[in-house]
């Protein structure tokens, strides 16, 4: 039996070899036929070719069917004749997205396809009219009118408004009341898991409370003229609050215990803080300040008259709100990078909100009644529209960032689309 065994892989072992030399004599006979004269196969560009939206700052192409190509080189034409080299990516690839395009143009697109041995074919062209479409997608009124603060969650599940000693709290995918009651609040924040509510009650008093009950955890017993503004770190153990005067403190929420008392410049009494917890800025009539908030320190300050600022999700940039003077003249948006260079301002900047992706930011312009969308990266406008003359008091994106929303000062809430219209004509090979 045991010389059986060892005769069969004996056997198997020759027909294996024996295999493998027609394989390799294949190939040289492939190659010597090649080196002859004889042309490769040929590059069989790609069959289909089609764009996607992906977001408003650009367009995603895909391709599919090509057959012995090596690299995909896609060219783009900005006057319909002209087409030159946007990117090169090596097969298999099968997409590439067409960054900060102008909205107002139409663009034409080819893939070049190059073989192992240099052969080159072209696919057909397709035009791309790309249009942004801001749709109104519905509008109803839901507050009491005259509201004098918004706010929503960090989940976006949760809308709260006060007017008039009342406070209200919806539910933003229905816009249904789930509470309302009765309380001097002028203001309220946040933590991060949307779990606790910091109010601002009778100008001088701070409540702690649990959401979406309300019930009232903890009370800080400020020594502060009248507060003005307040901000939290993201993990909810900090309060950072600053009064009429600019006067500004830290408090510990765990303890409700005052930490520190800053040493900051006059009328510093607007407040924002970095999503990692670790940058305070304060803006007031002077300055604003950056402040390393775990030393407590101030580390820069810009000369300017500021009412506000907010960092966009990631902490990468800062939008600040500026004015020519303290007499509230010309208002601009002054954007800054994480080590507070200046990249671009534009006019008018108001009320704001950063898209979840931090590529757009739809901002209100013109006393509240003109909405812009800008590219972040570059200050480009790329839409601007009208409120149709209603002042607008919140804007926000939805968590999806496909959708947008505004209220204006009659309490009327408008929830917009926010997406791109692509018209595409296919061409000849």
Known sequence: MAKNNKLGRSETLF????????????????????????????????SQLWITSQSATGLSLNWS????????????????????????????TSSFTDSYLDTTKSYKYRIKCVGWEDQVAYSKTITAEYKLNNKLLSTASIFPKNLTNLSLSPDGAYMIGWIDRHFYILNTSTWSYIASISADIRAAYFTQDSKLLVTIEDS????????????????????????????????????VI???????????????????KLESNPYSTALTISPDGKTLITCGRYSFDVWNLDQRKMVVSIYGY????????RGTILSVTAAESDTY??????????????????????????SPDDSLELFVSENKTKLNLILVDNGKIIRTFSSEGKS?????FFTDGEKYFTISSDSEVKIYSNTILVKLWTGSF
Request: proline share 5%.
């Open 15 to 46: 027909e294996w070899l024996n295999s493998f030399n027609i394989i390799l004599l294949a190939l040289i006979l492939t190659i010597g036929t090649w080196s002859c004269g004889s042309s490769p196969p040929p590059v069989i560009p790609p």
């Open 65 to 92: 069917g090509g057959e012995g190509v090596g690299s995909y080189i896609v060219e783009r034409s900005d006057d319909g004749q002209t087409f030159y080299e946007i990117v090169s990516v090596k097969s298999p």
């Open 204 to 239: 001088k008093k701070i409540n702690i409370r649990t959401f979406p009950n309300l019930i009232i955890q903890k009370a800080l017993n400020t020594n502060s003229t009248s507060i003005y503004s307040l901000a939290i770190t993201p993990t909810g153990h900090l309060a």
């Open 242 to 260: 600053s009064d009429i005067v600019g006067s500004v403190e830290v408090w510990d929420l765990n303890n409700a215990k005052l930490i520190q």
């Open 306 to 313: 500021f009412y506000d600022a907010l960092f966009n999700h």
């Open 329 to 354: 003249g010309k208002i601009g948006g002054n954007y800054f990078t994480s080590d507070w260079a200046l990249m671009y301002n534009t006019v008018g900047v108001l009320e704001r909100a950063f």
């Open 392 to 396: 607008v008091q919140f804007v926000s």
